[in-house]
């Protein structure tokens, strides 16, 4: 089966030429498509005279990682779509894994790797998950960080493929045809965050597999790009996306006992902040952030195209 990969950057020229070594080592000869949402101008110039074997798309403006995603699926024409992060980073036989677990399932749609920190231990905060319920939404609203730290955490490398009801956004391998289906990722969900919760659910419904291949390792920094993004933008984004999606898919009044759960959840978790450990500036402007845009929400829920550069 042919195979392509596709990765959306947004002002991580660091990391995406760290992603980009990496798969010129483990997966050459594979097509490689960078849809680059922030322009990077100098770095870009670079990256491309370095890596000239790549194919690059410039959008124009920040089409968020759904419509990023979908600029690059539209592009190509292979039967297997790997989307990474650039903040991602391929080993030894781990994209050709993903390939194989789908060649060898036809009813599996969706294959993700297991994601590693630099120090080879599995990254709890973004192994497989359940998809979430209307509780579990109101719960990541109102205390987000203990929400966090109930996600599973005992995915290992190695050992089978296993059946899942969610997988992380940041390493997923999609079937095209499956993926067209579905009308693909849905650019709603800008610029980043629920999309590929959003994807994984839309992919189950329609009668697919989506399962977790431990035995295709990737190195995963996480949050790469979205650490760029100013604290009102990333609350804004987070925030508004958390009501959308559970809006899209459990209705107006699971919506509004969601956006509820925002202003007194972000209220804890800056008074959490404030109560911990000195020196934690920059997370204390991120909490009182989420507080005054939650508080603004009050009336109705900003867009994150309103909130966010």
């Not at 894994?97 to 080879?120: E, F, R």
């Not at 984004?237 to 509820?260: D, E, I, Q």
């Amino acid at each position: 089966m042919r195979i392509s990969i596709i990765i959306v950057t947004w002002r991580a020229p660091r990391l995406l030429r760290r992603c980009l070594a990496s798969l010129r080592r483990h997966a050459r000869g594979l097509p490689v498509t960078v849809v680059d949402n922030g322009r990077e101008e100098p770095a870009a110039g670079r990256l491309r005279r370095d890596f000239p074997e790549v194919a690059w798309i410039d959008p124009g403006r920040n089409t968020g990682f759904a419509g990023g995603c979908n600029l690059g699926l539209e592009a190509g024409g292979a039967d297997l779509t790997l989307f990474l992060n650039p903040d991602v980073e391929a080993t030894h036989g781990s994209v050709q894994a993903l390939a194989a677990t789908l060649a060898a399932d036809p009813g599996a749609a969706l294959a993700g790797g297991l994601l590693v920190d630099g120090g080879g231990r599995p990254q709890a905060r973004y192994a497989p998950r359940p998809l979430p319920s209307v509780a579990a939404l109101a719960r990541r609203a109102l205390l987000p960080d203990l929400a966090a730290r109930r996600r599973p955490t005992r995915l290992a490398p190695g050992g089978t493929p296993v059946a899942v009801e969610q997988l992380a956004g940041a390493c997923l391998m999609a079937r095209r045809d499956a993926l067209q289906a579905v009308g693909g990722f849905d650019p709603g969900f800008w610029p980043v965050w629920f999309e590929d919760v959003d994807l994984c659910l839309r992919l189950r419904l329609a009668g697919h597999r989506i399962l977790h291949v431990p035995a295709a390792v990737f190195r995963h920094q996480g949050g790469g790009s979205v650490a760029r993004m100013e604290p009102e933008a990333r609350a804004a984004a987070w925030y508004g996306n958390l009501h959308r999606y559970t809006r899209k898919h459990h209705g107006p009044a699971a919506a509004a006992l969601v956006r509820a759960c925002t202003l007194p959840g972000s209220a804890l978790r800056l008074a959490a902040t404030l109560a911990g450990a000195p020196g934690e500036g920059g997370r204390a402007r991120r909490a009182a952030a989420c507080v005054r845009v939650a508080a603004r929400s009050v009336g109705g829920w900003p867009s994150a195209s309103q909130s966010t550069s």
